[in-house]
């Protein structure tokens, strides 16, 4: 299994042009629409069939833990990610958030060309591998040293943009709102919160919410810095962390 993974992985980075998926735009109607990079139009959480079924299902952690044998080539065995933020934790993160943004880039609404190929049902599996990896990633204990932002970031005025254009969604620290969606932020590599950051105010996130865009349209990039500096030194509870430098014993 894991040299399959690995060869597999050495044959997607070698490919220079990336592997996209269809461009598939949801019927957009009046309310929550946005538009994306390329103009074309889109409506927040339109398109959710495999979504509310992996939902419904009872997730089996045995078979998730099998699955997440495959994205532990990227995301790591803990799912602690990369300190860089190439790979983002997802350990930590509530479940609904991940079942939404798995099948988003399933569904090709988030440009991921490094995981795609990885993510499919020809791959994985369907609605039920969804539903028992992302119960199994859910369980995992987060990174307690996450990557932070540059110290020359000013903090005091992070917080400040904090306070009037984030804390409605992402809560007071970062924690999110698991029914609504609205994914944790607290915890979250620094360099992978900025470019998502970037990537929905751009639209090139396709299933993004419109109100997180409104919000953040014009912040400049200092701002950008500076809320995002703020956000990765956010500690989430003590009872979510792990030790530090702890190995995850499923993967021994
Ligand atoms: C080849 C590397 C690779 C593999 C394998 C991989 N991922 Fe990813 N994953 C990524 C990258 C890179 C990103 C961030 C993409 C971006 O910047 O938009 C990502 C993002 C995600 C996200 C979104 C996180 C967020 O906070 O928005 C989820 C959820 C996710 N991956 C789950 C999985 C699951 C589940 C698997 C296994 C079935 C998997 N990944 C396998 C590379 C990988
Ligand atoms: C109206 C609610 C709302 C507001 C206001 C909002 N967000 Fe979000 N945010 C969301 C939702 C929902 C998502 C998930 C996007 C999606 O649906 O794919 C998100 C995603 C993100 C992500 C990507 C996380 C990931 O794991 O991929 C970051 C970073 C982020 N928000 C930061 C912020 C910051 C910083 C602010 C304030 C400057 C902010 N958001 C304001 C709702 C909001």
Not at 186 to 213: C, S, T, V
Request: contains cysteine; hydrophobic residues 35%; proline residues 6%.
């Amino acid at each position: 299994m894991k040299t399959k993974v690995v060869v597999a992985l050495a044959s997607v980075l070698a490919l220079t042009t990336a592997v996209r998926a269809a461009d598939t735009a949801p019927k957009a109607d009046a309310s929550k629409v946005t538009t994306d990079a390329e103009g074309k139009k889109h409506q927040w959480m339109v398109q959710g069939g495999e979504r509310e079924k992996a939902l419904e299902l009872k997730p089996d952690l045995k078979h998730g833990k099998e699955v997440f044998e495959v994205c532990s080539a990227c995301h790591m065995p803990e799912g602690w990610g990369r300190t860089d933020g190439t790979f983002p934790e997802l350990a930590g993160q509530y479940r609904t958030v991940l079942i939404k943004q798995l099948t988003d880039i399933r569904e090709g609404n988030r440009d991921n060309p490094t995981m795609y190929p990885f993510a499919l049902t020809s791959e994985i599996g369907g609605e039920q591998s969804v539903s028992d990896v992302t119960a199994y990633i859910a369980s995992l204990p987060m990174n307690p040293d996450n990557g932070k932002g540059p110290a020359t970031a000013d903090l005091a005025h992070g917080a400040k943009l904090y306070a009037d254009n984030c804390v409605r969604c992402h809560g007071d620290k970062g924690e999110g709102n698991e029914e609504k969606y609205y994914p944790r932020i607290q915890g979250q590599h620094y360099e992978y919160l900025l470019r998502q950051f970037k990537w929905i105010q751009q639209g090139k996130r396709r299933n993004a919410n419109p109100d997180m865009i409104a919000q953040i349209k014009g912040f400049s990039d200092k701002d950008m810095v500076d809320v995002l500096s703020y956000v990765a030194q956010l500690s989430p509870p003590k009872d979510k962390l792990g030790p530090h430098g702890w190995k995850n014993p499923d993967f021994d």
